[in-house]
């Protein structure tokens, strides 16, 4: 089955995981951590259809745990590692596209990354059935906007699903965790 972006098979429970762990809750956050670090360390050596993205958002997630709670010797500095080589994947790459998702606010889609990835997790041609912007970002996000010319404001769902499709959107997930840890990309 083809999904929007790729997904491991088992991504809600992770998912669910990721975001009790982000709330303060979980079991062995530390491991929990570092077995989403090692995933997106393979992704980043792996195949064009490894979920990339998806394992640099869940890292996204555990930024606030990695920031600001205590996590054990060597953690951080695993994850910081891991980040900055998806970071640098997009050095000199350029696109088309004026305007990528990782340019919301990162609050903004750490608390609508739930709703958005059951959107990207999904078969691709589920998702392309009545598609609305406000399906991939923040709804206030959208209403901020005062310029409709610009991106995204102008954008209909499914021009909205090809910048979450982009190659420069997993670094750029990337270097926005690494701001939220207080990193560079260097």
């Known amino acids: 089955m083809s999904t929007v972006i790729p997904v491991p ?4 429970p992770l998912f669910s995981s990721w975001d009790a762990l982000r709330h303060g809750y979980g079991g062995d956050q ?3 951590v570092s077995d989403c670090a090692r995933r997106l360390d ?3 050596a792996g195949a064009e259809d490894d979920p990339l993205l998806f394992w640099t958002l869940g890292l996204l997630m555990l930024a606030p745990y990695v920031a600001f709670g205590k996590p ?4 951080e500095e695993k994850v910081v590692a891991v980040l900055r080589r998806v970071a640098r994947g997009d050095d000199g790459m350029a696109c088309a596209h004026g305007w990528h998702p990782y340019e919301v606010d ?3 889609v750490l608390e609508t990354l739930p709703a958005d990835l059951e959107v990207l997790g ?4 589920q ?5 609305l912007p406000e399906d991939l970002l ?3 996000y959208l209403d901020a906007l005062e310029d409709e010319e610009a991106e995204p404001g102008n954008l209909s769902g499914p021009e909205i699903l090809a910048r979450w499709q982009c190659p420069r959107t997993a670094p750029g997930f990337a270097r926005a965790a690494l701001d939220y840890l207080g990193a560079t990309v260097r």
Do not use: K
């Open 72 to 75: 054990g010797p060597g953690v």
């Open 30 to 32: 530390d491991e929990t």
């Open 138 to 140: 923040p709804e206030h």
């Open 127 to 131: 998702v392309l059935d009545d598609l």
């Open 106 to 108: 990162v609050d903004d």
């Open 9 to 12: 098979d088992n991504w809600q």
């Open 122 to 125: 999904s078969p691709v041609n």
């Open 42 to 44: 393979t992704a980043v």
